[in-house]
């Protein structure tokens, strides 16, 4: 939902109104709001997108909250949450549930900003971390701090970056000839993800019993070990990565129309180049650094946000609030699909990315025909 301080046209009190914008949005309608000294514009469409998804989202968070191995109904859930319920439920939602929900709002969220700014920057539907490599790289570093150093979560958290970081100056460096495309970045991203693959492997055989077990677990992509000792944290660090990624982005539409464009508009600033790929990989080292590598979210968020919302762009609240909504709903049905033994998140989201990335290379492929 993009924003901006009032320009040539004055507005004399507070409203809300609704007209077609002539500028960037190409006739879309739009909502021009003003209270006090601040001003701004949203698209109406993305306005409706993103208030249905973030109503989905609670409700599905709020079942979610009474899922656990003491079942709460969605009112009981509501009154424990408000301290009026009671105290069983009230400590299995508030310490046990509570944030393995809470990190998946987060780490969906995290992971969809991830993908929306990578397929921004490279301007390829495929450009997303787990398709070129970041997120195998967060992972890489996160098992180096964990099977050789035995790090605790502020080390593996910061392996987790380092692995990313390191990932994607190696895969630009490939791709780089008199500029980035983004064709290169996605092939020059799978070959180093599929190394990288090998070296986890590598890492997890050469482990202990115990260790190899547990990181292949987590190598999937899991909530099942959550506490608020990992989600607090994380919670900060995705926090301050999300209020970085809205000061380096408020032009984005602007930025989506090209580099040139966005030069030449002022859209694509050193800091905004250098800046959003380091926050993108953060954020997607963040989700990795707890819950291991969870795939495709970054991916297919954007995309559906883009279909819901039109107009060809990437609404980032819109896809934050989907990201946020597809992670929670595959951790219930790896929760409850197979019941009593519940599945790694991971192993859903491939399935449901796998079936998504397929539609999407046969649509590609219709295209170019």
């Given at each position: 939902?993009?924003?901006?301080?009032?320009?040539?046209?004055?507005?004399?009190?507070?409203?809300?109104?609704?007209?077609?914008?002539?500028?960037?949005?190409?006739?879309?309608?739009?909502?021009?709001?003003?209270?006090?000294?601040?001003?701004?514009?949203?698209?109406?469409?993305?306005?409706?997108?993103?208030?249905?998804?973030?109503?989905?989202?609670?409700?599905?968070?709020?079942?979610?909250?009474?899922?656990?191995?003491?079942?709460?109904?969605?009112?009981?859930?509501?009154?424990?949450?408000?301290?009026?319920?009671?105290?069983?439920?009230?400590?299995?939602?508030?310490?046990?549930?509570?944030?393995?929900?809470?990190?998946a709002?987060?780490?969906?969220?995290?992971?969809?900003?991830?993908?929306?700014i990578?397929q921004?920057?490279?301007?390829?539907p495929?450009?997303?971390?787990?398709?070129?490599?970041?997120?195998?790289?967060?992972?890489?570093?996160?098992?180096?701090?964990?099977?050789?150093?035995?790090?605790?979560?502020?080390?593996?958290?910061g392996?987790?970056l380092?692995?990313?970081?390191?990932?994607?100056?190696?895969?630009?460096?490939?791709?780089?000839?008199?500029?980035?495309?983004?064709?290169?970045?996605?092939?020059?991203?799978?070959?180093?993800?599929?190394?990288?693959?090998?070296?986890?492997?590598?890492?997890?055989?050469?482990?202990?019993?115990?260790?190899?077990?547990?990181?292949?677990?987590?190598?999937?992509?899991?909530?099942?070990?959550?506490?608020?000792?990992?989600?607090?944290?994380?919670?900060?660090?995705?926090?301050?990565l999300?209020?970085?990624?809205?000061?380096?982005?408020?032009?984005?539409?602007?930025?989506?129309?090209?580099?040139?464009?966005?030069?030449?508009?002022?859209?694509?600033?050193?800091?905004?180049?250098?800046?959003?790929?380091?926050?993108?990989?953060?954020?997607?080292?963040?989700?990795?650094?707890?819950?291991?590598?969870?795939?495709?979210?970054?991916?297919?968020?954007?995309?559906?946000?883009?279909?819901?919302?039109?107009?060809?762009?990437?609404?980032?609240?819109?896809?934050?609030?989907?990201?946020?909504?597809?992670?929670?709903?595959?951790?219930?049905?790896?929760?409850?699909?197979?019941?009593?033994?519940?599945?790694?998140?991971?192993?859903?989201?491939?399935?449901?990315?796998?079936?998504?990335?397929?539609?999407?290379?046969?649509?590609?492929?219709?295209?170019?025909?």
């Amino acid at each position: 939902m993009t924003s901006a301080r009032s320009g040539n046209k004055p507005y004399r009190a507070t409203a809300f109104t609704v007209e077609h914008s002539g500028s960037i949005d190409f006739g879309r309608p739009v909502i021009r709001w003003r209270i006090g000294g601040l001003s701004g514009r949203w698209d109406r469409r993305e306005v409706v997108v993103g208030t249905v998804a973030a109503v989905a989202t609670v409700v599905v968070a709020i079942v979610a909250l009474g899922m656990g191995d003491l079942t709460v109904s969605p009112v009981g859930v509501v009154n424990a949450l408000l301290g009026t319920g009671d105290p069983a439920a009230e400590l299995a939602i508030r310490e046990w549930q509570a944030p393995r929900v809470l990190a998946a709002l987060a780490f969906g969220a995290a992971l969809a900003l991830s993908g929306a700014i990578f397929q921004l920057l490279t301007r390829n539907p495929l450009g997303s971390p787990d398709i070129i490599g970041f997120g195998v790289g967060s992972y890489t570093g996160a098992l180096v701090v964990t099977l050789l150093f035995s790090g605790g979560y502020l080390a593996t958290a910061g392996g987790a970056l380092a692995g990313g970081i390191g990932t994607a100056a190696v895969v630009y460096a490939l791709a780089f000839r008199q500029g980035v495309g983004g064709f290169r970045l996605v092939i020059c991203g799978v070959a180093i993800s599929s190394m990288l693959a090998a070296v986890n492997y590598w890492l997890i055989l050469r482990a202990e019993l115990s260790e190899a077990m547990s990181a292949a677990q987590w190598g999937a992509g899991t909530l099942e070990t959550i506490t608020w000792q990992l989600t607090t944290p994380a919670l900060c660090v995705i926090i301050v990565l999300v209020v970085g990624v809205a000061a380096l982005s408020r032009r984005h539409p602007v930025f989506e129309l090209g580099p040139e464009f966005g030069r030449t508009l002022g859209a694509q600033s050193r800091a905004s180049q250098l800046g959003l790929p380091i926050l993108g990989v953060a954020l997607t080292a963040a989700a990795t650094a707890v819950a291991g590598p969870i795939a495709f979210i970054s991916l297919s968020a954007p995309h559906i946000a883009r279909r819901l919302v039109g107009g060809g762009r990437t609404p980032l609240t819109v896809t934050a609030l989907l990201g946020s909504l597809l992670l929670v709903v595959s951790d219930v049905v790896a929760a409850r699909a197979f019941s009593p033994r519940a599945l790694p998140v991971g192993v859903i989201t491939v399935c449901l990315g796998g079936i998504y990335l397929c539609y999407l290379l046969y649509r590609e492929m219709r295209q170019e025909q």
